[in-house]
T-cell receptor
Framework: DGGITQSPKYLFRKEGQNVTLSCEQNLNHDAMYWYRQDPGQGLRLIYY???????QKGDIAEGYSVSREKKESFPLTVTSAQKNPTAFYLC???????????FGSGTRLTVV | AQTVTQSQPEMSVQEAETVTLSCTYDTSESDYYLFWYKQPPSRQMILVIR??????QNATENRFSVNFQKAAKSFSLKISDSQLGDAAMYFCAYRAPHRDDKIIFGKGTRLHILP
């Protein structure tokens, strides 16, 4: 079955460490997205990519980095520059032009 | 900039009753798409319903229907015959395909179903 796989489901990070969240899709979707979800904040866009080897900053890109070397994969790195990384992270993908997103099941990141 | 506003942070409805969740949005575009997403306690985001702005007919999906008022920029979700499994956070969302091509989400409405 086609879908989006995020891993790991739970991730713990020590302060000062970089961590990478994985997102893989087999839906043949062109566009992929990373959102952060905090209580009362809804979903906020971190980065998105509409094509391989290209990506754009979203509303809260500071302290994050991404790559898009393959159509299927869009990993997110949370760097030590991100001041408050504890949150729920959602990856999504979409065919172009007006369709809704298909979401992964999310990664809960906690700084310890 | 486009914005999506959900004015009801929480709502409750009796099982088997009907409930309407409100959503307004702001845009200068004429061609766009609107969505309602459901996020149950599992936190998996599920697309409930989709509306194309150029279509006057309101979208329906089984017990879920929308009231799309383009001039008023309003997009409410009606859930009929509410069931315990409908308890979730509901997000209204907007997408303009010819601009940044990204979806903008409201802050959500938490819906409680009372048995």
């Amino acid at each position: 079955d086609g879908g989006i796989t995020q891993s790991p489901k739970y991730l713990f990070r020590k302060e000062g460490q970089n961590v990478t969240l994985s997102c893989e899709q087999n839906l043949n979707h062109d566009a992929m997205y990373w959102y952060r979800q905090d209580p009362g904040q809804g979903l906020r866009l971190i980065y998105y990519s509409q094509i391989v080897n290209d990506f754009q900053k979203g509303d809260i890109a500071e302290g994050y980095s991404v790559s898009r070397e393959k159509k299927e994969s869009f990993p997110l790195t949370v760097t030590s520059a991100q001041k408050n990384p504890t949150a729920f992270y959602l990856c999504a993908s979409s065919p172009r032009q007006g369709y809704g997103y298909t979401f992964g099941s999310g990664t809960r990141l906690t700084v310890v | 900039a486009q914005t999506v506003t959900q004015s009801q942070p929480e709502m409750s409805v009796q099982e088997a009753e009907t409930v309407t969740l409100s959503c307004t949005y702001d845009t200068s575009e004429s061609d766009y798409y609107l969505f309602w997403y459901k996020q149950p306690p599992s936190r998996q985001m599920i697309l409930v319903i989709r509306q194309e702005a150029y279509k006057q007919q309101n979208a329906t999906e089984n017990r879920f229907s929308v009231n799309f008022q383009k001039a008023a920029k309003s997009f409410s979700l009606k859930i009929s015959d509410s069931q315990l499994g409908d308890a979730a956070m509901y997000f209204c969302a907007y997408r303009a395909p010819h601009r940044d091509d990204k979806i903008i989400f409201g802050k959500g409405t938490r819906l409680h179903i009372l048995p």
